[in-house]
């Protein structure tokens, strides 16, 4: 599970930047879902998953319940270590605390690198049109979802590993 700090076991890096090294070197050495937390994977249960997104936006939010439920349905997999890295080199200096051999990451959210589908649910327009023809709640989509793309902020944590990788952990959108 990921955590906030890291206790490195032997030589510690002492500075932000020599821990920045250690952090982009192990990250280059992971790829996909190494380096994305399980509690995102969770938390994201449809991500990457194949399927209609008008099926996948609506599953989502019937379980949700919410007036507007927002569906992230791109595949992090494949730019994860981008990601991951850009987090690395842009995270404020004062987000990395070193003290008594421990490294703290205050949490702090960073503007991704890449773009990312997002589809949004009217929850109200949807469940008055589910009430009547399926098929033409499918053809009428466009009423109740709404299709984006955006760049979220993302905040990493480190994995609670004893090497101390950094993985996704929450995004903002």
Known sequence: ?????????????????????????????????????????????????????????????????????????????PTAQAEVLSWIKRVPA????????????????????NTYKFATVDMEVYKQMSKGDRDNLRKKSNKWLTISQKRPKLSCRFAGTSDGTVVIYHMDY
């Open 94 to 113: 004062n987000n990395l605390h070193f003290n008594r051999g421990t490294w703290t990451i205050t949490p702090i959210a960073i503007e991704m690198v």
């Open 1 to 77: 599970m990921a955590s906030l700090t890291w206790t490195p076991s032997g030589n510690a890096p002492a500075t932000v930047e020599a821990v920045r090294q250690s952090l982009t070197a192990l990250a280059k050495k992971k790829t996909g879902g190494n380096l994305i937390d399980k509690k995102f994977k969770d938390d994201h249960k449809f991500l990457g998953h194949a399927g209609s997104v008008e099926k996948l936006a609506a599953a989502l939010a019937r379980v949700r319940d919410l007036d507007y439920s927002t569906l992230f349905f791109s595949s992090l997999d």
